[in-house]
């Protein structure tokens, strides 16, 4: 999985269909993570705004724990470990289920992150005095 060309110099290619582990990542799988990682931190953030501005609340016990150690602590609290998931994943990208888990833990944190942007609408749209539902 990691080998000494991983910290000395890549010489294990990205082979796309092979099951393997590579040292070197197309410009296309870094970009990818990259933008999952983005998306979970977007939800981070995102979230601290909703529950801070809309007096919302956090669903999951464990991040609603480290919304109450601090804001700070929430966001790296989430962003930390996704990272090194994510980097976990990116190691086994060629194989089957590192595929999967991507292409999974991906769809969601897009769903995710429309789900903040449909909340921010509805948040903005209250501010300005409209109202939603029969009256």
Same mark, same amino acid.
């Not at 007096?55 to 016990?61: A, F, I, K, R, T």
């Given at each position: 999985?990691?080998?000494?060309?991983?910290?000395?110099?890549?010489?294990?290619?990205?082979?796309?269909?092979?099951?393997?582990?590579?040292? !070197?990542?197309?410009?296309?799988?870094? *970009? @990818?993570? =990259? %933008? $999952?990682f983005? &998306?979970?931190?977007?939800?981070?953030?995102?979230?601290v705004?909703?529950?801070?501005?809309?007096?919302?609340?956090?669903?999951?016990?464990?991040?609603?724990?480290?919304?109450?150690?601090?804001?700070?602590?929430?966001? !790296?609290?989430?962003?930390?470990?996704? *990272? @090194?998931? =994510? %980097? $976990?994943?990116? &190691?086994?990208?060629?194989?089957?289920?590192?595929?999967?888990?991507?292409?999974?833990?991906?769809?969601?944190?897009?769903?995710?992150?429309?789900?903040?942007?449909?909340?921010?609408?509805?948040?903005?749209?209250?501010?300005?005095?409209?109202?939603?539902?029969?009256?």
């Amino acid at each position: 999985m990691v080998s000494r060309y991983t910290f000395l110099g890549g010489r294990r290619r990205e082979h796309p269909g092979e099951e393997g582990y590579v040292d !070197l990542y197309s410009r296309r799988s870094a *970009a @990818l993570v =990259l %933008l $999952f990682f983005g &998306l979970t931190v977007f939800d981070a953030i995102a979230t601290v705004y909703y529950i801070d501005h809309v007096h919302g609340s956090e669903w999951n016990p464990i991040a609603d724990w480290l919304l109450q150690q601090g804001r700070i602590v929430f966001v !790296l609290g989430k962003g930390i470990p996704t *990272a @090194l998931l =994510l %980097l $976990f994943v990116m &190691l086994h990208k060629n194989f089957r289920y590192g595929r999967l888990a991507l292409l999974i833990g991906f769809g969601f944190y897009l769903l995710l992150g429309l789900y903040h942007l449909v909340l921010q609408v509805i948040a903005l749209a209250i501010d300005a005095g409209y109202h939603f539902g029969v009256g």
